[in-house]
């Protein structure tokens, strides 16, 4: 077994190592795609999100319509919400909620700094109106406002506009396509498993 042993690794080091060659990269990082609005509503739907579509006016009206339907009362939103998306419920201020806080809130209300239009995904950096990450991981509903101005095509485009978030600030980003979903055990999906099992985009033009 030893003798063996030897002889692989011996094999190993007179091995002659060869440069690594040059990987293509002509990867798109620019897309001149039209229906990039339409293309994100219809992925983020495909990942079994609940999509809507609201002017820019009636965010406030929309966001109490979606929790009313969820009976949704008690919500946490990121300090800097804008005060036209805040719904008229019983609002929480995230100022630094506990775990069992956040767990006793029936939902959360945030924007998000970017969005993906070919995999359908948000990017929440951790801004004034996206919040800490814990706040949209632990209650069980997200209502996430998404600005038409905010959704690119590519997710080159996206990486585009966060990079001096992330060089600048040092934010960390979340990337979220659908609910919290596994299908780890015996294929069979689960969701909210470490995150919100009811994800619902408003798409705001």
């Not at 965010?59 to 109490?64: H, I, K, S």
């Not at 690119?152 to 979220?176: G, K, M, Q, S, Y």
């Amino acid at each position: 077994m030893t003798a063996a042993r030897d002889e692989i690794l011996a094999r190993i080091r007179a091995t002659t190592r060869a440069a690594a060659p040059a990987v293509p990269q002509g990867y798109r990082r620019r897309s001149e795609r039209t229906g990039v609005v339409e293309r994100f509503c219809e992925r983020v739907a495909d990942y079994r999100a609940d999509v809507h579509r609201a002017a820019a006016g009636a965010v406030g009206a929309e966001v109490e319509a979606v929790l009313a339907a969820r009976a949704a009362t008690r919500i946490g939103v990121p300090r800097g919400l804008p005060a036209a998306w805040r719904p008229g419920t019983d609002v929480v201020e995230d100022g630094g909620l506990t775990p069992s806080e956040l767990d006793a809130l029936d939902g959360v209300v945030t924007g998000c700094e970017v969005a993906i239009a070919e995999t359908g995904t948000i990017v929440l950096a951790g801004g004034p109106a996206d919040g800490r990450r814990a706040l949209t991981l632990v209650p069980d509903l997200h209502v996430c406002v998404v600005e038409e101005r905010r959704i690119v095509d590519l997710l080159p485009e996206a990486i585009a506009r966060l990079e001096e978030i992330v060089r600048r600030e040092r934010r960390p980003l979340t990337f979220v396509s659908g609910p919290s979903a596994t299908s780890d055990i015996e294929l069979s999906r689960v969701e909210g498993v470490h995150g919100p099992r009811d994800l619902v985009v408003l798409v705001v033009s």
